[in-house]
């Protein structure tokens, strides 16, 4: 069974960058039928798409945050990870990873990681 | 793109129906059949529950429907569980490969 686990530091400093990885285990990263996406979610408020990459490396991100996300993918390492530079407070969320399907269905969650914007 | 609008709650006795609603534009709900309803428990990642605007997973009950009708998605829950109760979600396709999200909805199961 797919199971996929984000990992990387709990607490960053404001105008640095934040950098996750979420390693995906039970099946592969290379599969032609799915993304893989990033998806966060600021204390008490709702769910926000970053953005998605393929297993070719082919990327898109949410317009809002697109000057300052890179998604990048290793499938050696069935790893995909994300980098958000020039953090702010408002970058504090529990951050996901989700495989997403052909039909932009997220099926398969890991179970979130949260990261700390403060000095 | 905008977050797609969803009620901010919800609530039901149990055994009863609620709908929850998920209003969107032609270039996001209504303009695609990629609108999903993702369930989320307190603490907990989000778990799929509808997709493609009326499949369901399986495992997830044939309790939980999905509908849409021009730019709006609805999710019912009939037959209102205790479980239930939690923060619904829905997400659809607004084009060049961007997903959006609804800005949530609190069920209550009163």
């Known amino acids: 069974q797919l199971q996929l686990q984000e990992s990387g530091p709990g607490l960053v400093k404001p105008s640095e960058t934040l950098s996750l990885t979420c390693t995906v285990s039970?099946?592969?990263?290379?599969?032609?039928?799915?993304?893989w996406d990033w998806i966060r979610q600021p204390p008490g408020k709702g769910l926000e798409w970053i953005g998605s990459?393929?297993?070719?490396?082919?990327?898109q991100y949410n317009p809002s945050l697109k000057s300052r996300v890179t998604i990048s993918v290793d499938t050696s390492k069935h790893q995909f990870s994300l980098k958000l530079s020039s953090v702010t407070a408002a970058d504090t969320a529990v951050y996901y990873c989700a495989r997403v399907s052909y039909s932009y269905y997220m099926d398969v969650w890991g179970t979130g990681t949260t990261v700390t914007v403060s000095s | 793109q905008s977050a797609l609008t969803q009620p901010p709650s919800a609530s039901g006795s149990p055994g009863q129906s609620v709908t929850i609603s998920c209003t969107g534009t032609?270039?996001?709900?209504?303009?695609?059949?990629?609108v999903s309803w993702y369930q989320q428990h307190p603490g907990k990642a989000p778990k799929l529950m509808i997709y493609?605007?009326?499949k369901r997973p399986s495992g997830v009950p044939d309790r939980f429907f999905g509908s849409k009708s021009g730019n709006t998605a609805s999710l019912t829950v009939s037959g209102l569980q205790a479980e239930d109760e939690a923060d619904y979600y829905c997400t659809s396709y607004a084009g060049s490969n961007n997903l959006v999200f609804g800005g949530g909805t609190k069920l209550t199961v009163l």
């Open positions: 032609h270039t996001d709900v209504g303009g695609y059949i990629y």
């Open positions: 039970g099946g592969s990263i290379s599969s032609s039928t799915y993304y």
């Open positions: 990459i393929y297993y070719s490396g082919t990327t």
């Open positions: 493609e605007v009326t």
